[in-house]
């Protein structure tokens, strides 16, 4: 089990990847299963509730990360 200090993602790379490395692994995981972002979010639905709303703050994160580009 993870555990957190803070409700948001870290603001720095090096600390999200220590931090929320086995999240970024499903992650990486649930992206490769996914044929669409709609398919994506029912992949992460069916996760486990702790890992489930650890896989949207990333993709929260990566959508916020993409808008600014």
Do not use: C
């Not at 990847?17 to 996914?34: A, C, D, N």
């Not at 994506?40 to 990566?62: A, F, G, N, S, W």
């Amino acid at each position: 089990m993870i555990t957190f200090d803070s409700p948001v993602y870290p603001d720095s790379l090096d600390e999200a990847r220590i931090l929320y490395e086995k999240v970024l692994l499903r992650f990486t995981e649930v992206v490769e299963q996914g044929q669409t972002s709609a398919n994506l979010l029912e992949i992460i639905t069916k996760e486990r509730d702790h890992l489930l709303v650890q896989l949207l703050r990333v993709v929260r994160k990566y959508l916020q990360i993409h808008q600014l580009k």
